[in-house]
């Protein structure tokens, strides 16, 4: 029975996202979209010394109002740098990054993300924006977390077109032999329903939603192979009190991503 509460699944899922980052002066590269929410959240509660990097290349050590696009105005206002999608990239290839966080149209069993087409390229059921800077993140960052929405559509056997490369095939060392740098990619997916890690290259869930009412049954109904379970599967730990005040009120007050997650379907 789902309990009378006061949070939504995409809350759930920021939160659990932002718990992810650590105050050890960790850098986090961070993406368009929902991945803003979760990044600031951490530097607004348990991580104020962290530093942020939107994949523009805005740099950041002070919190900011943020806009829907990455590149407007209010995250460039008193920002630490302003430089440029190349050099970020190149902080990326130099493993400057102690985390990193994308968003995905879908995702595969190895953890490969597909944000360009659904069906055939050249005549597709739905088309995405596409790469952005997402390739450069799954090929060059460690600790790559990805947010999504989950149901059976975004969750594959095999996405329908590589984006950004997870780890393939599921061939141990498989990323190294096709020329990615080691110890990169994929390290866990947080979506509105569970919490996933990768073990051996294979998404494993680690992490199950209840106080949402999520069950079992109703992860393995949405996602599209028989996904392994960890050993020590557990319950998510809920968002507290503090956590949502900060999400609502200082992180996204004009509620600019939570009318946005609505239309992000296909």
């Not at 805005?58 to 407007?72: E, K, M, N, Y």
């Amino acid at each position: 029975m789902v309990k009378n509460l006061n949070y939504s699944p995409i809350e759930q899922m920021i939160v659990s996202a932002a718990r992810l980052i650590k105050d050890n002066d960790e850098v986090i590269f961070v993406g368009v979209g929902i991945p803003q929410l979760a990044a600031w959240l951490a530097k607004y509660t348990h991580a104020p010394n962290c530093v942020i990097v939107h994949e523009v290349g805005i740099i950041r050590t002070i919190p900011c109002q943020l806009g829907l696009f990455v590149d407007s105005l209010y995250v460039q206002n008193l920002a630490d740098m302003l430089s440029g999608l190349f050099y970020v990239n190149a902080l990326a290839a130099n493993d400057c990054y102690n985390r990193a966080f994308i968003g995905a149209g879908q995702i595969d069993r190895y953890g490969n993300i597909n944000s360009t087409v659904v069906g055939n390229y050249y005549h597709p059921i739905h088309r995405w924006p596409g790469s952005g800077g997402g390739n450069d993140v799954m090929s060059l960052c460690r600790n790559v977390v990805i947010m999504l929405k989950q149901d059976k559509r975004r969750f594959p056997e095999r996405v329908d077109f590589i984006t950004s490369p997870g780890y393939l095939d599921g061939i141990p060392n498989q990323r190294e032999k096709e020329g990615l740098l080691p110890m990169t990619g994929p390290s866990v997916v947080v979506t509105d329903m569970a919490i996933y890690h990768f073990i051996d290259g294979e998404m494993v869930l680690k992490s199950i939603h209840n106080d949402l009412g999520v069950t079992l049954e109703d992860i393995k109904r949405e996602i599209g192979w028989s996904v392994k379970i960890d050993q020590s599967l557990e319950v998510t730990k809920p968002p507290s009190d503090e956590e949502l005040d900060v999400l609502r009120e200082k992180v996204d007050p004009q509620k600019i991503f939570k009318f946005a997650s609505k239309s992000d379907k296909f």
